[in-house]
């Protein structure tokens, strides 16, 4: 049966780690995308295209769609990038928005639910609300991607970053290298 994922995609810089995130999932799972009117400017600010993948669009203001149930079921969220306004509002349960609330979802059904940051330096404020993510049962992730392998382009530490959501999220790929130790 094939998986079926939420991606929520929030107004932080970084939206081409939700490019690359989409483009892998979306040829493997069944996938329901939501962008927050913030993403959308801040993919035409970096030159990121979020439209035209073979899946499922919501609104952020429709806190009707099926995803924002309990009832409706699928295997789990990605949140890519997350900004620390979702970061706040998922880790204090505040579902003002459907990213919010299928997060919110996520977490009560005890779903998994990655929270991919992109955000330097990271204040108390923030370090608490991801502590606090993380207790409630959400994989909070950096965007810091490995540099053993060398990398040549962005798209190779985009990869790298992207690789290990999907690692978290049970999704077979080919990106990026493995570490297999040291070779001294």
Known sequence: MKKEFVVGVTGASGVIYAR????VLCERATVHIVISDTARQIAG???????????IYAENSDLAADIASGSFRYDGMAIVPCSMKTLAA????FAENLI?????????????????LREMPLSRIHLKNM??????????????PPFYQRPQTIDDLVDMVVARVL???GVEHNLGTRWSGYDA
């Open 20 to 23: 690359r995130l989409l483009e």
């Open 45 to 55: 600010l970096e030159g990121v295209d979020l439209e035209g993948f073979d899946a």
């Open 90 to 93: 998922v880790s204090n349960g």
């Open 100 to 116: 919010a609330r299928a997060a919110d979802v996520c977490l009560k059904e005890r779903r998994p639910l990655l929270l991919l």
């Open 131 to 144: 502590l606090a993510a993380d207790n409630a049962g959400a994989t909070v992730m950096v965007a810091s």
């Open 167 to 169: 690692d978290h999220m």
